[in-house]
């Protein structure tokens, strides 16, 4: 069948190709991708090509589809899956394989399968590692995002404290401590926030910074520091720009005891130093940003790694058990994963919008593949009104759901924007 895909041919080289995919084997899936949300992992293997640890050597003749952050609905299903999955069903998968030792991922790494296509073949490591999982949700887009979703709790759930003297290693973020998301008014910041605001073992204390002020305002306008301190959550947001010494300035907002849990959202020098100048005993830093430079560092305070049990890692995606829990949050209402949505465009737009993502302001890109759109901004939906009424139509939604992608906004586009043949 004919299909379109945009396809990654080399270093800063993808291209929106029509080609013939090849029939499913008997242990193969053949699916209809409807959303796919694009991640900043994405751009980073769009400009390495085979200098990515997830690309092939030979790519330049066998394209690797991109995006990995995808949902749609099964259309066809090998003969050895048929007793668990049906055609008709809509799917969502953890992209994070790890098959055979291999770090290969849809997204990066297979000539069929990837998220930003109208149609492709899910291989047979997918379903038997597990990773192919039936979505019985409404919005095509909550699935979608439940795979950055699970990045974050995978860094929650990752996160580990020690008692002194014992060899045993508490998992998870310290309940009732303090934590700080450090750059963390950007998509994925918010992801986190959200969770750490909504999940069953919770700190006492979350501190957001950022050095965008217009960032900030909209993270406080999504996430009101009231409804938090009536979950008993002492909610801040501080722009770390405009202080002359953010880690003194940090540090005393905890009553100088420093913070439990750190996530550092940027792989910026200055933020990962001040990440670790704002532990306090036995805090974890998780250096969840993933840097293109293979030579990145930044200072850390090794006095405080000896005399206080500081400690860092660094977690890259989460698991299958982390995805189920995104899914389960999101339907249960607990979390919004639309909270990093501020963008939305058809597969014509998700080459460009993929090049040039650092350069493109706001939080996650939604593509979907079956239409046929210009990247937009959901708050420069309106001003499109006048050479399209349907702009307005979604922009009415939009705005009568404090500025959010929501699944009635899903349900319009799909029904009143051209489906690409």
């Known amino acids: 069948m004919k299909v379109k895909a ?5 270093a800063n080289d993808l291209r929106l190709d029509e080609f013939e995919l090849p029939e499913i084997k008997e242990d193969e899936i053949l699916v209809k991708v409807v959303s796919d949300s694009i991640c900043m992992s994405t751009y980073k293997c769009a400009i390495l090509g085979t200098k990515h640890k997830r690309v092939h050597e030979d790519v330049a003749d066998h394209p690797a589809i991109m995006g990995h952050e995808m949902a749609g609905d099964i259309v066809k299903v090998g003969a050895k899956h048929q007793d668990k999955f049906k055609p008709g069903m809509k799917f969502t998968l953890q992209p994070a394989l790890n098959y055979k030792g291999t770090m290969w991922s849809p997204g990066y790494s297979y000539e069929f399968f990837g998220g930003d296509a109208t149609y492709c073949i899910i291989p047979a490591e997918v ?67 959200t969770y750490a605001l909504h999940r069953d073992i919770r700190p006492s204390m979350i501190v957001v910074t ?5 960032r900030l305002d909209r993270a406080a306008h999504l996430f009101p520091i009231e409804d938090a301190k009536k979950d008993g959550i002492d909610l801040h947001f501080v722009n770390t720009g405009k202080l002359e010494d953010p880690v003194a300035y940090l540090r005393e907002m905890t009553g100088g005891t420093g913070f439990d849990d750190v996530f550092c959202y940027a792989p910026v020098a200055a933020v990962v130093e001040q990440s670790s100048g704002v532990l306090g005993r036995d805090g974890c830093l998780n250096f969840f940003a993933g840097p ?18 500081t400690h860092v890692m660094g977690t890259t995606g989460g698991n299958t058990a982390d995805m189920i829990e995104s899914l389960e949050l999101t339907a249960q209402g607990r979390i919004n994963p639309a909270v990093m949505v501020t963008h939305i465009g058809g597969l014509d737009a998700a080459a460009e919008t993929t090049l040039n993502l650092p350069k493109i302001p706001g939080g996650k890109k939604l593509i979907y593949t079956h239409i046929s759109m210009p990247l937009i901004a959901l708050e420069d939906l309106r001003s499109k009104e006048a050479q399209d009424s349907r702009y307005g139509k979604l922009a009415d939604i939009v705005e009568a759901n404090k500025g959010l992608w929501c699944p009635e906004a899903e349900e319009y586009l799909l029904h009143h924007f051209k489906e690409e043949a």
């Open 6 to 10: 945009v396809r990654l041919h080399g």
């Open 127 to 193: 379903m038997e590692l597990g990773c192919l999982l039936e979505y019985k949700g409404k919005a095509y887009y909550e699935a979608s995002l439940a795979e950055p979703m699970s990045c974050s709790i995978g860094a929650f759930n990752a996160a580990y404290h020690t008692k002194m003297g014992v060899y045993t290693h508490e998992m998870g973020i310290k309940k009732g401590g303090k934590l700080a998301i450090m750059a963390g008014a950007g998509p994925m910041g918010l992801g986190a926030l």
């Open 210 to 214: 950022d050095v965008n002020q217009e």
């Open 292 to 309: 293109t430079d293979n030579q990145f560092s930044a200072k850390m305070n090794f006095y405080d790694v000896h005399y206080n049990s």
